[in-house]
């Protein structure tokens, strides 16, 4: 399985941008999808996290009503879209997919084993 995630750039406080992560693979629609962050200096942050039918989502308090994650089976793609970006969601944006088919929503990085390369989000202020 490869996880190639896109979508990242620089934006001005406020602004909006919309990351993709597209997974290889046939088995995509049955493994939970999430996406993580690391900015300089910290330690792997969890995001968002989409079920495999796409029916439920979770996220990291500090990004509720701002960023909205969500799935095109279809197209072996899940998507966050990041709105009201601030500067301290400055990081590298990482998509990962769940260990477990099936499996129920998580924010440890544990319960992941597949991992995209990262896509760099930087905004200013």
């Known amino acids: 399985v490869q996880l190639q995630a896109s979508g990242g750039g620089l934006v001005q406080a406020g602004g909006s941008l919309r990351l993709s992560c597209a997974a290889s693979?046939?088995?995509?629609?049955?493994?939970?999808m999430g996406w993580f962050r690391q900015a300089p200096g910290k330690e792997r942050e969890f995001v968002a996290a989409?079920?495999?039918?796409?029916?439920?989502?979770y996220y990291v308090d500090s990004v509720k009503g701002r960023f909205g994650i969500s799935r095109d089976n279809a197209k072996n793609t899940v998507y966050l879209q990041m709105n009201s970006l601030k500067p301290e969601d400055t990081a590298v944006y990482y998509c990962?997919?769940?260990?477990?088919?099936?499996?129920?929503?998580?924010?440890?990085?544990?319960?992941?084993?597949?991992w995209g390369q990262g896509t760099q989000v930087t905004v200013s202020s």
């Open positions: 989409i079920s495999w039918s796409g029916g439920s989502t």
């Open positions: 693979g046939r088995t995509f629609s049955r493994y939970a």
């Open positions: 990962a997919r769940q260990v477990r088919m099936y499996g129920a929503l998580d924010r440890g990085a544990d319960y992941y084993d597949y």
